[in-house]
């Protein structure tokens, strides 16, 4: 299998406990995927850390405390170590082995597998673990290479730490990323520009220490925070807010929003009216009320008006949370670059210079996102069975079965692949499903002596209709993020390009179609 990140951990334990042959390759020195490589000032969930942690485990659940509501980087890092040391998982991990293209062997039923370094591997299965956000992009802008301070992407932070105080700072990128540097180094360097291509709408992550006693609470009640998350459309332990919009005042949904503000986490998003996810009047109703949060808390009003998203309507994008970033921008050390007004030209000896002016820094920090979903396969060259490349057959989009297999490459299955629910739900929630879904797969196709599978086609045009409908329900459909797989770093992925990437009918719907697939044995996979 690909991939020693939150999926790649879980999926190779359950290899392990069926005694199969199986082995990991990752790309990277060490296991953690996200929470290895993102190493950056702030970096730390924002889905409760007790929803974030494994649930297949009660010995697991009752040795592990929990520091932070929303746990920081390191601490993560730190879990999934533990979490691998617990189960001796490492013996059955290759590290620095990054696989460069997988050819389908038709004859004899396996995958050629080549990593960057030349060795070869093959194999009955594949796995891929290979994450959602694991494609860094870099900005497309010129002169990068003559700049003389330090430049990096947040993705590719430095192991040995770097120095703030007493230097000017650039920021590019105001998403979920950027949004956490920001508010994390503003009170540490000489000075700070935020260079921004488009606002985004952010809510207060709310986060605080978890106390012994909390943890103990947490521990008695985790059968119910899993039962909870299993039941909601996001998969977050957070329920709905259960009147209808227009049936109560504007006063009472001022008052509702006015205690989710101040809840943790996604609360704001999750335990809201539905209606604001489908609803143009009620969506426009909560973004002006996020506007005016927005307004109370930046004493600039120019600079205020800045940062409220005029393009998307509040939580059609991928929802940033933060702390104190907006507080941020009342200090005098740091500076809203607006490029909607003056964009970047270029990158000098010297720092970055826009239509405006040019702005001298000691180190950039580009905050640009990822190639999000497919970007980690469009790396690999993966040829099936008919001698088709996946980029070929995921050009203008990928087509999935349920987001675990595609049609044309046998015997390969996906752990939070494209149109699987783990885009646009609480992530280790949905991985645990998709997980559990792969190795019942596993477990029968062995005992039952099948050696190729694969996706049907009207079963997987089925599914791909499907996704398309649950996305044009929601406004989210209008959004010009990753979602819908715009990304202007990438080429072909700008205006104008809409990928189907994530399913948006709900956390419960997808583990209950997947669920019965299995029951009815595998409706949908041929298999020889």
């Known amino acids: 299998m690909l991939g020693a990140g939150v999926s790649g951990i879980y999926q190779i334990k359950r290899l392990v406990d069926l005694g199969l042959d199986a082995i990991v390759l990752e790309a990277d020195e060490d296991l953690g995927g996200t929470w290895y490589r993102n190493r950056y000032p702030g970096c730390r969930f924002d889905s409760e850390s007790y929803t974030y942690g494994y649930a297949f485990s009660k010995e697991l659940l009752n040795e592990w405390h929990w520091k932070e509501r929303f746990s920081s980087q390191p601490e993560n890092l730190r879990y999934l170590n533990f979490v691998a040391d617990r189960f001796d998982l490492r013996r059955h991990m290759v590290f620095d082995a990054r696989v460069e293209a997988m050819r389908w062997d038709e004859r004899e039923r396996i995958w050629q597998i080549t990593l960057a370094s030349g060795e070869t591997y093959t194999s009955r299965f594949v796995i891929t673990a290979i994450g959602v956000l694991s494609i860094p992009v870099m900005p497309r802008y010129e002169g990068l290479s003559e700049f003389e301070g330090e430049a990096f992407h947040t993705h590719r932070w430095p192991n040995d730490p770097v120095p703030l105080e007493g230097r000017t700072v650039g920021v590019i990128g105001t998403g979920a990323t950027g949004i956490q540097v920001i508010a994390e180094i503003a009170d540490k360097v000489d000075g700070l520009f935020v260079f921004q291509r488009r606002p985004n709408w952010s809510t207060p992550l709310n986060n605080a220490p978890i106390s012994e006693d909390e943890m103990a609470d947490i521990r008695s009640r985790y059968d119910e925070i899993f039962a909870r998350c299993a039941s909601t459309h996001g998969g977050f332990d957070h329920l709905p807010e259960r009147r209808r919009f227009w049936d109560v005042t504007p006063e009472e949904r001022k008052a509702h929003w006015d205690k989710l503000y101040t809840t943790p986490g996604f609360a704001i998003m ?14 426009r109703e909560m973004s002006e009320y996020v506007a005016g949060r927005i307004r109370g808390r930046v004493q600039d009003p120019v600079t205020a008006e800045k940062l409220i998203p005029k393009d998307h309507g509040f939580a059609t994008q991928r929802l940033p949370l933060e702390t104190r970033y907006y507080e941020a921008y009342n200090r005098d050390n740091v500076h809203l670059v607006d490029l909607a007004e003056a964009p970047i030209e270029r990158f000098s000896p010297r720092g970055i210079r826009t239509t405006a002016r040019e702005y001298e820094l000691d180190l950039a920090v580009m ?63 949905a991985i645990e499903s998709g997980v559990d879904w792969v190795t019942r797969l596993i477990e029968h196709v062995t005992k039952s002596r099948i050696t190729r599978f694969e996706a049907g086609e009207g079963a997987e045009k089925q599914w791909h209709e499907e996704v398309i409908t649950a996305q044009e329900r929601m406004l989210v459909r209008r959004a010009r993020g990753w979602f819908t797989g715009y990304n202007a770093n990438v080429e072909g992925h700008g205006e104008g390009t809409v990928r189907y990437l994530a399913y948006w009918g709900g956390a419960p719907r997808y583990k209950e179609r997947i669920s019965r697939i299995a029951e009815e044995g595998y409706l949908g996979v041929e298999m020889e």
């Open 270 to 283: 999750a335990a809201n009216f539905p209606e604001i996810f489908f609803d143009e009047e009620a969506n």
């Open 367 to 429: 905050a640009t996102g990822f190639d999000a979903v497919t970007g980690a396969w469009d790396r690999m060259e993966i040829r099936g069975a008919e001698g088709c490349t996946l980029g070929e057959k995921w050009r203008d989009g990928p087509r999935t079965y349920y987001g675990l297999m595609t049609h044309g490459f046998p015997n390969l299955l996906m752990v939070a692949g494209p149109q699987s629910a783990s885009g646009s739900t609480n992530f280790p929630r």
